[in-house]
């Protein structure tokens, strides 16, 4: 058992029944807590070195911690129930969320492009010692068991959500352990290291934040079901050897609920109630399997009637 387990069975210890969001909970509580820490100490840091790698770094964490606050709201609002103007729940606010973020970051990256320019041309002599330099490679190794502490839980309940925020954690870990190495040069008198590193670490930000951007609207736009999902639903169709052939899946995701509709196609002699059935046990097979979903399945009778 690792340290990992050993944590997630302390937490539930007592517990009767742990439900999807308490894991959610749990990874957004830690990310945030570690991130509040980590970036008040960087920052402080920062401005008592005149760093502007420290500093960007520590706005880093930053974006870690807002992330880890959509996710706790995600859940949170994922157990709001459906109204009148939203039949299919409120799942898709998170990913409006994200995408305010990560217009935020882009602009605060922008404005620290500048200073770290500005840097290089006309460089500072800062003096960080070495309790800094061992605090960020600290920073890095404690961010990298945040991040498989992210994946570990999102796994546990096939959660994109969590693997999506320890994704951010690992790319902090690369940028404190980038920064530390930099650390090391100033001390050795090559200054403008400092805004180059400041560029580095704003370069990791600028690609999150498109990559959110990316991802965010297409997901807001409506995609195409991965592959994935198609491959689930189709095994479980094929499963049944009174379903003949099936067309027209779609999958419609709302981020905390997802709507199934498919076309299954059965012999034109078989009862009503004989197709009703098999339609019956698609749809408990598949919400089943597929967790938060609503499932519709058309029967297609084909074939000739037998004399």
Request: no cysteine; charged share 25%.
């Amino acid at each position: 058992m690792n340290i990992n387990e050993l944590i997630l069975k302390k937490l539930i210890k007592n517990k009767k029944e742990v439900s999807r969001e308490f894991f959610g909970y749990v990874e957004a509580w830690v990310s945030i807590l570690g991130n509040i820490f980590l970036f008040i100490i960087k920052f402080l840091f920062g401005i008592a070195t005149k760093s502007i790698s420290i500093i960007t770094e520590a706005f880093h964490s930053l974006s870690d911690i807002l992330t880890s606050i959509l996710v706790l709201g995600g859940f949170k609002l994922s157990k709001k129930p459906p109204d009148e103007k939203h039949p299919f729940g409120h799942g898709r606010i998170e990913q409006i969320g994200t995408l305010i973020i990560a217009f935020l970051l882009l602009f605060a990256s922008i404005n620290f492009t500048k200073i770290s320019i500005a840097r290089i041309k006309n460089p500072i002599e800062i003096q960080p010692s070495i309790f800094i330099i061992i605090f960020m490679f600290f920073s890095g190794f404690f961010k990298e068991w945040m991040t498989k502490f992210s994946f570990f839980l999102g796994k546990k309940i096939n959660s994109d959500l969590l693997i999506a925020d320890a994704w951010h954690h690992r790319l902090d870990s690369f940028a404190s352990f980038i920064v530390g190495i930099g650390l090391i040069f100033i001390r050795f008198g090559v200054y403008k290291v400092d805004g180059i590193i400041g560029i580095i670490v704003i370069l990791l930000l600028f690609w999150i934040s498109f990559d959110l951007i990316k991802k965010t609207t297409s997901s807001l736009i409506g995609e195409a079901p991965d592959e994935k999902t198609i491959g689930k639903i189709k095994k479980i169709i094929s499963s049944n050897s009174e379903i003949l052939n099936s067309h027209d899946i779609k999958v419609h995701d709302y981020g905390n609920k997802k709507i199934i509709s498919l076309h299954i196609e059965v012999e034109k002699n078989l009862s009503l109630k004989q197709a009703h059935d098999i339609a019956l046990k698609i749809q408990d097979k598949l919400k089943e399997e597929i967790k938060n979903s609503e499932v519709s399945v058309h029967i297609d009778p084909i074939g000739e009637r037998d004399d």
